[in-house]
């Protein structure tokens, strides 16, 4: 079954770039899924911040699309996610996740990975 | 963007009751809503998509209804592991967007 894993710094400067990866595995990249990035400050709720389809399509919250980049590398069978300007508000656990079918109900997610934004 | 509003965002109840979760969206968004589960450290896990449509392996006292901006979950008979915070999420349109949750604590 598909199985994702987020991996990158947890650590990163305020006005730096949040740079993560989500390694794909037990199944393609390049299936007929769109592929997001979702995000939970401590204690809080959820919010989308974009999605990715293998064709390198995407879709970002307007929110925060002029500091997102979601990218694709199918050769790996990952894609990836940078935040550029960050501040203290982006602190939160960044989640990776896989749209179902046609929908954007999210049916497989990652475990998940704390990153804190401090000098 | 549109606007999820669950209620309540926190109940107290007992094994074996009945618990609702009510989400209600700032314009219709015609059955595209989902609803996870969350429990502590944890990803959320989908239960119900297309509002009413059980997710794999979701045990069937869960259930969703509702229409127009208005949805329900609801928990047919609480189980110990069913104690968590759980979230409505709609795709009708660009961006996704969660309620702020409800979190369900034994009473």
């Known amino acids: 079954q598909v199985q994702l894993q987020e991996s990158g710094p947890g650590l990163v400067k305020p006005s730096g770039t949040l740079s993560l990866t989500c390694a794909v595995s037990g199944g393609s990249i390049s299936s007929s899924n769109w592929w997001s990035w979702v995000r939970q400050p401590p204690g809080k709720g959820l919010e989308w911040i974009g999605e990715i389809y293998h064709s390198g399509s995407t879709n970002y919250n307007p929110s925060l699309k002029s500091r997102v980049t979601i990218s694709v590398d199918k050769s790996k069978n990952q894609f990836s996610l940078k935040l550029s300007s960050v501040t203290a508000a982006d602190t939160a656990v960044y989640y990776c996740a896989r749209a179902k079918g046609t929908t954007d109900a999210f049916d497989i997610w990652g475990q998940g990975t704390m990153v804190t934004v401090s000098s | ?107």
């Not at chain 2, 606007?3 to 219709?28: E, F, H, K, N, Y």
């Not at chain 2, 449509?53 to 209804?65: A, M, N, T």
């Not at chain 2, 759980?86 to 969660?98: A, G, H, K, L, R």
């Open chain 2, 1 to 107: 963007d549109i606007q999820m509003t669950q209620s309540p965002s926190s109940l107290s109840a007992s094994v074996g009751d009945r618990v609702t979760i009510t989400c209600r969206a700032s314009q219709g968004i015609s059955n595209s809503l989902a609803w996870y589960q969350q429990k502590p450290g944890k990803a959320p896990k989908l239960l119900l998509y297309a509002a009413s449509r059980l997710e794999s392996g979701v045990p069937s006292r869960f259930s969703g209804s509702g229409s127009g901006t208005d949805y329900t979950l609801t928990i047919s008979s609480l189980q110990p592991e069913d104690f968590a915070t759980y979230y409505c999420q709609q795709y009708y349109s660009t961006p996704p967007t969660f309620g702020q949750g409800t979190k369900v604590e034994i009473k």
